[in-house]
C-alpha cells in the first residue's frame, strides 16, 4: 500500500501548488486523500463474516456477525482521517458472546499497541477520543463460535 499512496501524494502534492490553492484547501485535500487511502485497511464488505452498515462515515455504523470456527482478523470501522468532520469522539457499543474459541475486540490507533475493548462474553460501552491519524477497530479471532453485535456513533 505505500508504494501507491506515496506516489499519489506527490502528484497531489504537485498539482494543488500549480493549480494556486490556498493552504486551507490544500490541507483539506490531502485530508481527503489520506482518509481514502485508509478506507483500504478496512475489511471489505465481501470478505466480512457478518453484515456491515456503514454509518455517516467510515468510523461509523453497525455490524452483527455470527461465527463459526473463524480463524482471522476483520478491520470493521476507522480510518485515516487527520481532520475527521465528525469530530474526533465515537460512541462504541459492542456485545461479543463467546461460545468457543477466542475473540478480541479492538481499537489500534497509529504504531501503538492494539488496545483490547472485550475477549469475553459480555458488553463493552464507552466513547473513545481519536488522535489523528490512523485508527481503526476491529475483531481478531481464533477458532471463534459466537457473535457479535456492534454499533458505533
Same mark, same amino acid.
Request: proline share 1%.
Given at each position: 500500500?505505500? =508504494?501507491?499512496?506515496?506516489?499519489?501524494?506527490?502528484? +497531489?502534492? %504537485? /498539482?494543488? $501548488?500549480?493549480?494556486?490553492?490556498? &493552504? !486551507?484547501?490544500?490541507?483539506?485535500?490531502?485530508?481527503?486523500?489520506?482518509?481514502?487511502?485508509?478506507?483500504?485497511?478496512?475489511?471489505?464488505?465481501?470478505?466480512?463474516?457478518?453484515?456491515?452498515?456503514?454509518?455517516?462515515?467510515?468510523?461509523?455504523?453497525?455490524?452483527?456477525?455470527?461465527? =463459526?470456527?473463524?480463524?482471522?482478523?476483520?478491520?470493521? +470501522?476507522? %480510518? /485515516?482521517? $487527520?481532520?475527521?468532520?465528525?469530530? &474526533? !469522539?465515537?460512541?462504541?457499543?459492542?456485545?461479543?458472546?463467546?461460545?468457543?474459541?477466542?475473540?478480541?475486540?479492538?481499537?489500534?490507533?497509529?504504531?501503538?499497541?492494539?488496545?483490547?475493548?472485550?475477549?469475553?462474553?459480555?458488553?463493552?460501552?464507552?466513547?473513545?477520543?481519536?488522535?489523528?491519524?490512523?485508527?481503526?477497530?476491529?475483531?481478531?479471532?481464533?477458532?471463534? /463460535?459466537?457473535?457479535?453485535?456492534?454499533?458505533?456513533?
Amino acid at each position: 500500500m505505500k =508504494k501507491i499512496v506515496l506516489p499519489l501524494i506527490l502528484i +497531489f502534492f %504537485g /498539482t494543488t $501548488i500549480l493549480s494556486g490553492c490556498t &493552504k !486551507d484547501e490544500i490541507l483539506n485535500h490531502y485530508n481527503n486523500v489520506v482518509q481514502s487511502a485508509g478506507s483500504i485497511e478496512l475489511t471489505g464488505n465481501s470478505s466480512l463474516q457478518g453484515k456491515k452498515d456503514n454509518g455517516i462515515d467510515d468510523y461509523t455504523g453497525t455490524y452483527q456477525a455470527d461465527y =463459526k470456527a473463524y480463524t482471522g482478523t476483520e478491520y470493521l +470501522f476507522g %480510518g /485515516t482521517s $487527520i481532520k475527521r468532520e465528525a469530530g &474526533k !469522539d465515537i460512541a462504541v457499543t459492542c456485545t461479543l458472546e463467546v461460545t468457543s474459541g477466542t475473540a478480541k475486540v479492538f481499537w489500534i490507533s497509529g504504531a501503538d499497541e492494539a488496545v483490547t475493548l472485550l475477549e469475553t462474553t459480555g458488553t463493552y460501552s464507552d466513547t473513545i477520543t481519536l488522535p489523528d491519524g490512523g485508527n481503526y477497530i476491529g475483531i481478531e479471532c481464533e477458532n471463534f /463460535t459466537g457473535n457479535i453485535e456492534m454499533d458505533i456513533e
